[in-house]
T-cell receptor, first 113, second 113 residues
Framework: GAGVSQSPSNKVTEKGKDVELRCDPI?????LYWYRQSLGQGLEFLIY????????KSGLPSDRFSAERTGGSVSTLTIQRTQQEDSAVYLC???????????FGDGTRLSIL | RKEVEQDPGPFNVPEGATVAFNCTYS??????FFWYRQDCRKEPKLLMS???SGNEDGRFTAQLNRASQYISLLIRDSKLSDSATYLC??????????????FGKGTHLIIQP
């Protein structure tokens, strides 16, 4: 069946521009996570959505980062005024509940020039 | 103390050998535990869940020690294709989202011919 879908798969943009990354979770999954992974590093938690509850934004590194999840399904991660240190792979994962295994998308590779 | 800690390695192991690595977690209330595998430049994928009584899946054995708050992964008769980063995942820790999952930074395993 369809897995977690992320788009774009690659994004190259200039410093200072805004970017929007999209995640389409597996149908029926109520939990959705955003992570980022810099080259050779572990996963860095960014934000977590669970059903209709207020999202856990504790991992967002700055106020330039925000995320929405519309209708409990598709999520967008927005990075404003991008900086070079924002370059990373941004991974989305979904699951049935917060503590259950997560299924990851292929990620968006973001490069800030 | 970090929420989920792993030895980053790399562990260089000859093909056919047995290798084991541990992961420690700080939240004694954690209930769900998993091992994920991540290949280079790929997304993490669930390898196996870790059950209280320990569990085995082919050449892989996972164990949980609640008293000492660690989980382990043992790989027998290692194959070249086992080369990857193995991520320890624990639920209920801060930084992973409320009731969500926290990923360790991973242990890098290299199986040598």
């Amino acid at each position: 069946g369809a897995g977690v879908s992320q788009s774009p798969s690659n994004k190259v943009t200039e410093k200072g521009k805004d970017v929007e990354l999209r995640c389409d979770p597996i149908s029926g999954h109520t939990a959705l996570y955003w992570y980022r992974q810099s080259l050779g590093q572990g996963l860095e938690f960014l934000i977590y959505f669970q059903g209709n509850s207020a999202p856990d934004k504790s991992g967002l590194p700055s106020d330039r980062f925000s995320a929405e999840r519309t209708g409990g399904s598709v999520s967008t991660l927005t990075i404003q005024r991008t900086q070079q240190e924002d370059s990373a792979v941004y991974l989305c994962a979904s699951g049935y509940r917060g503590e259950q295994p997560q299924h990851f998308g292929d990620g968006t590779r973001l490069s800030i020039l | 103390r970090k929420e989920v800690e792993q030895d980053p390695g790399p562990f260089n192991v000859p093909e056919g050998a047995t290798v084991a690595f541990n992961c420690t977690y700080s939240n004694s209330a954690s209930q769900s535990f998993f091992w994920y595998r991540q290949d280079c430049r790929k997304e993490p994928k669930l390898l196996m869940s870790v059950y209280s009584s320990g569990n085995e899946d082919g050449r892989f054995t996972a164990q949980l020690n609640r008293a000492s708050q660690y989980i382990s992964l043992l790989i027998r008769d290692s194959k070249l294709s086992d080369s990857a980063t193995y991520l320890c995942v624990v639920n209920g820790s801060m930084g992973g989202g409320a009731d969500g999952l926290t990923f360790g930074k991973g242990t890098h395993l290299i199986i040598q011919p």
